[in-house]
């Protein structure tokens, strides 16, 4: 396969209501079906979806994707004016896909016909007359155009045809037996009338896989905290949160859980916060502005030491920022955003898979550890859909993490006893025997409010300390590459985990020494294994979508030694590219 | 202000040599390049040679997209005009855009010329005029052993030659209408008789084509070519090679002076003010004549375009006749004003 490393980028780019996101869908649902992995991640620049410009890009490969990539290897235009704006982001021989008869000659410039540059290969399609003849209308022309795409790249048509079927399953016999139509006839135009590019050839046999599940991060996080046992969910929708709350709007309630839409989010948490400690396992998700909102009452979970999970996907910022735009700038808000010390767990995950597996696993730890856990999403991860085999659900192992629960004795029950562990047995309210006072003020273990400062000191410590102790008990962070001295150790984390591990493997880096340091649970970062990395890297560079570069902060504090930081704000997911070109320069 | 927009159709030698005068005459004005072939400028007489294999494809290139960049020249491949609005100066591609022009040149070259008679077999014809053409017959080429070339122009000599040499059979049916736009008398045509043999051509002469059968459907088809006299020839691949004529189909409804080509005065501009043409498919005035004449050949389209584009920054250079060239092939000698050895 041709471009970045061995994948095939394919771009379907139209207005809103030409079907671009759909057909993707498709491609990508028939893509899973021949047995490649996918990575999908679709662009809005307006702030809403559903006008403008709409870009659908998939990455396919026969190995795990790790990025969507930059450079599409073939653009399909449903809306020349709106795709002519992509060019830049096409490779310079790639497969350009267009419609021959528009219905009326266009100004100057407004045909993407006419930048078709010397080295790629253009496909006038006559996308609306072949849709008409299909359903009526110029409606599938989108359709028309995959049929196309599985000629011109030799890929399977009964994947496609099982992927239309999966995809109107719910719609009238007739509208997918015209889609069907529309998808042939795509196909037909290009084997009758075009040569393919030998090119690229994705020789899909018939397809095989059926256990795939195509899902966003926000929908597998969603997925996570239901198979969690989710038992409330309470936001208020903010982009990219929002599907969050859409999926377990339709979900949670056939599984005896609540779903509440709030005023704003400082209601949404307040309702969490109360259902945690009420013993349910409770959820919020937001992004950063609505984050900023929930961090006094996350801090009352803290202080009382109530376990919630949090969901932030962040996006560009600080304030409404770029809400359609991905960022990783909430990482100090996350760890350090809250009044007094007010340590939390953060974990960041770095794929689709991992947003259900952390999110899964993060109420187990919430409840284990009694307080708040952070997930740091961002907006790539929660749009982004991904192939997950039907295995990740079920090859799940819960129970890694357990509360301590309190029994009821003679004596009275001291809900914030002092251990060594930091952890109190913990009990909820209605519990016989076990009745106990929770505040926001400083407490006594006993709950009472007590403001002498050798309490305040004994409960600052056991707080941290029951933090501190997820280190030893959560996975070691993952390491790649050189497992010995390394001239440049890349450090990343969240979303740009992909971009930094095909860095690492790029052919232009190959013979070097160079080592990956990627961990998931971000506080309290996994101080030993860092400093272990740290000690056998020559340089240390900290890959990650902020412009003060906030982990690599984190990262100085703990090895006390300047790293080089690769943080920029593209507002986009990372280039590979550039990475590579940094650790290049560092090589030098 | 907006610069001028100088729209040129075609992307041949008379369009990349004009268009690199207007840049030198203006650094500012808007130039584009628009040709319907997806190929970048090439020469056309190496095709011969790239057909059986000698030379490859990048060897033809004459300009790469450097050249355009530098003198940021707007290209266009694989774009065709379909029709032109005059009085609004606008043109209209086939794949739906209008494109418009402060002035226009035309420098649309030449198609390859089949003479009426032969109109019911013209499915069966290879021609050759274009890359697109050249890359046809290179990819048949391997599967085919015996060719019969009906007509006999210039092109079809070298064409010939090359593949004499590479070890195809190839038959000459030798024709009164071939040989333009030279004029062939008895005499030029026993000479080239004489010469095609000579490279190892089998030539019949003064038997001209009846009909022409598709006798198998295979890869390749197999024809028989019957002539008038009787004679039956069996080919793989029937070439037509009875020279070019100005390529201006497109034109015929614009509302421009046609004749063979478009007319235009001895400073190259058409009836239409801000309009000219040059290079093959121009048909130029020559006052002590009184009468038009056409070029087929490389050289004077350069030399056209050059004047055109002169013409169009301001300039009011007339065009004087080209004088005649002796060019060779084998032992046959001509004279003409229009093709150069190349
Ligand atoms: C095989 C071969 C061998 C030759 N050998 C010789 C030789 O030895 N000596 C010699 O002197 N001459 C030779 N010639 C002839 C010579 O190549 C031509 O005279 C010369 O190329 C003419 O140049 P031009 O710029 O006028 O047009 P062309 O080179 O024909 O270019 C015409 C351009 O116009 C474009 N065009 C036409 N119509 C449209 C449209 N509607 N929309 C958009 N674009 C359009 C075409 O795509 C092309 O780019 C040979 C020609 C051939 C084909």
Redesign the interface.
């Known amino acids: 396969m041709p471009n970045q490393t061995d994948s095939l980028i394919i771009k379907i780019c139209g207005s809103a209501g030409d079907g671009s996101i759909s057909a993707v869908e498709i491609l990508n649902r028939a893509c899973a079906l021949m047995g490649f992995h996918i990575m999908n991640f679709d662009s809005y620049p307006a702030e809403i979806r559903g006008f403008g410009k709409s870009v659908g890009h998939t990455r396919i490969s026969r190995s795990p994707v790790l990025t969507p990539g930059r450079l599409a290897d073939c653009l399909v235009s449903l809306n020349d004016v709106h795709a002519i704006t992509e060019l830049s982001r096409i490779t310079p021989d790639a497969v350009i896909l267009y419609d021959s008869k528009p219905p009326d000659y266009v100004e100057e410039d407004h045909a993407i016909a006419g930048f078709i540059q010397p080295g790629m290969t253009g496909y006038g399609i006559p996308l609306r007359d072949l849709s008409t003849q299909a359903v009526k209308s110029s409606r599938s022309r989108n359709i028309v155009a995959l049929g196309a795409l599985a000629a011109i790249y030799n890929m399977s048509l009964d994947a496609f045809m099982e992927a239309i079927a999966i995809r109107f399953s719910r719609k009238a016999a007739a509208v997918m037996k015209n889609n069907e139509t529309a998808l042939k006839l795509g196909h037909d135009f290009i084997v009758q009338h075009g040569e393919r590019p030998a090119r690229i050839d994705l020789q899909a046999q018939h397809w095989t896989r059926t256990d795939i599940s195509i899902i966003s991060g926000n929908e597998a996080a969603a997925q996570g905290a239901l198979d969690a046992g989710l038992s409330f969910y309470a936001g208020y929708p903010i982009t990219p949160a929002t599907k969050i709350m859409e999926y377990l709007a339709k979900k949670l309630p056939g599984r005896n859980g609540v779903v509440v839409q709030t005023e704003d989010e400082i209601s949404a948490i307040g309702h969490v916060v109360g259902a945690g400690y009420a013993g349910k396992r409770a959820m919020t998700a937001t992004s950063g502005p609505g984050f900023c909102l929930m961090t006094e009452t996350l801090n009352l979970a803290v202080e009382a030491e109530i376990g919630i999970v949090v969901i932030d996907c962040m996006r560009g910022g600080p304030s409404t920022g770029l809400p359609t735009k991905t960022e990783q700038s909430d990482l100090y808000l996350a760890v350090y955003g809250g009044s007094g010390d007010s340590p939390r767990i953060v974990l960041a995950p770095a794929d689709v898979t991992e947003c259900y597996t952390l999110t899964r696993r993060a109420f187990e730890v919430a409840e284990a550890f009694q307080t708040p856990v952070i997930i740091l999403m961002d907006f790539f991860l929660s749009n982004r859909f991904e192939d997950l085999p039907g295995s990740i659900f079920e090859s799940f192992r819960s129970g890694v993490f357990e509360k301590i629960q309190a029994i009821a004795g003679d004596d009275p029950y001291l809900r914030f006893a002092i251990t060594d562990s930091g952890i109190s047995p913990v009990a909820y309210p209605g519990m016989k025997g076990l009745q106990h006072t929770i505040t926001g003020l400083e407490h006594s273990p006993n709950g009472f409010p007590n403001y002498d400062g050798d309490n305040h000191r004994r409960m600052d410590a056991k707080r941290q300390r029951k933090i501190d102790n997820i280190r030893f008990a959560w996975p070691s962070p993952e390491e790649i590459g050189s497992p010995d001295r390394a001239d440049a150790g890349i450090i990343s984390w969240g979303s740009s985990i992909g971009a930094a591990m095909e860095a690492i493997r790029h052919p232009d880096l190959s013979g070097a020494a160079i080592a990956g340091f990627f961990p998931r649970l971000l506080y309290p970062i996994q101080d030993g294994a860092l400093k272990q990395f740290s000690d056998r890297c020559a340089e240390l560079i900290v890959v990650e979508l902020n412009s003060s570069g906030q982990m690599a902060g984190m990262v100085e504090q703990i090895t006390s030694r300047k790293v080089i930081r690769l943080a920029e704000v593209p507002a986009e997911p990372p280039a590979v590219e550039s990475i590579v070109r940094q650790i290049q320069g560092v090589l030098k | 202000m907006k610069p001028p927009h100088i729209v040129i159709i075609g992307n041949g030698v008379s369009a990349n040599r004009a268009s690199e005068v207007l840049r030198e005459n203006d650094p500012d004005v808007r130039i584009t390049l628009i040709s319907r072939e997806?190929?970048?400028f090439y020469f056309r007489h190496k095709l011969p040679a790239f057909i059986t294999g000698s030379i490859d494809e990048d060897s033809l290139i004459v300009h790469d997209?450097h050249f355009y960049m530098d003198r940021n020249i707007r290209l266009?491949?694989?774009?065709t005009v379909q029709k032109i609005d005059l009085e609004n100066k606008t043109l209209?591609?086939s794949?739906?855009?209008?494109?418009?022009y402060d002035k226009l040149l035309i420098c649309s070259g030449g198609q390859s010329h089949i003479p009426e008679i032969y109109y019911p077999f013209r499915s069966f014809f290879t021609t050759l005029k274009k890359l697109s053409d050249a890359r046809d017959i290179r990819k048949k080429l391997p599967l085919i052993n015996r060719i019969v070339i009906v007509g006999g122009d210039l092109t079809s000599l070298r064409l010939a030659d090359a593949l004499i040499r590479s070890g195809r059979e190839v038959s000459f049916i030798l024709d009164d209408f071939a040989f333009w736009p030279i004029e062939s008398g008895p005499d030029i045509r026993h000479a080239l008789e004489t010469a095609l043999k000579k490279v190892g051509a089998t030539v019949i002469s003064g038997d001209p084509l009846e009909r022409i059968e598709r006798i198998s459907d295979g890869d390749p088809p197999e024809y028989a070519v019957y002539t008038r006299k009787g004679q039956q020839l069996r080919a793989q691949m029937v070439g037509a090679f009875f020279g070019f004529k100005p390529d201006v189909d497109f034109l015929i409804r614009s509302g421009l002076d046609i004749d063979r080509g478009i007319l235009v005065d001895d400073r190259l501009q058409t009836t239409y003010p801000d309009v000219f043409a040059a290079g093959d498919c121009a048909q130029v005035y020559a006052p002590h004549l009184n009468n038009y004449w056409v070029s087929i050949g490389w050289k004077n389209a350069i030399m056209l375009g050059e004047i055109a584009a002169a013409n169009m920054s301001g300039s009011e250079q007339p065009v004087s006749m080209p004088v005649e060239q002796r060019i060779r092939f084998s032992d046959l000698q001509l004279k003409t004003p229009w093709w150069h050895a190349l």
């Not at chain 2, 266009?76 to 774009?79: A, D, H, I, P, Y």
């Not at chain 2, 794949?95 to 418009?100: N, Q, S, Y």
């Open positions: 997806f190929f970048l997209l266009r491949l694989g774009q209209f591609l794949h739906m855009e209008m494109v418009h």
